[in-house]
């Protein structure tokens, strides 16, 4: 079976946490995931600049692991990113900012990846987003 997921918590809250595990669980299970979209506040599980208290799990480290060791498509919703200042090197210097916190593998893109996505999975599941 194939699965687009949509991630719409910052890595800090629990359901980022539960979407990471049940992307792990997806792939052991002999399952593809088509692409991982991160939206609203998810935004900020891609950002270089998130640090973990030393007596919590980093979250947004783990994801960034996940998706280097298992090669995954990991897009970032530009709309959301930019209003959140998470910035790749091409935005960071379109928009005059002195740094970006983008780094790979992460993908800025549009909302369109996420229809993209749920047209070409059989299942897309959503993680947060109150």
Do not use: T
Not at 47 to 57: F, H, I, K
Not at 82 to 110: C, F, H, I
């Amino acid at each position: 079976m194939k699965f687009a997921i949509a991630v719409f918590s910052p890595a800090h809250a629990p359901s980022s946490r539960r979407a990471l595990r049940f992307a792990e669980a997806v792939l052991s299970g002999g399952h593809e995931i088509v692409r991982l979209f991160f939206y609203q506040d998810g935004v900020h599980s891609a950002s270089a600049n998130v640090v973990a208290p030393q007596d919590e799990l980093d979250v947004a480290a783990q994801w960034r692991d996940f998706i280097e060791r298992r090669q995954l498509d990991a897009v970032v919703c530009i709309a959301a990113a930019l209003r959140r200042g998470v910035l790749d090197d091409a935005e960071a210097s379109r928009y005059q900012r002195p740094a970006a916190n983008l780094p790979p593998p992460w993908e800025l893109s549009g909302l369109g990846q996420l229809h993209e996505a749920a047209q070409s999975a059989d299942r897309l599941v959503c993680f947060g987003g109150d």
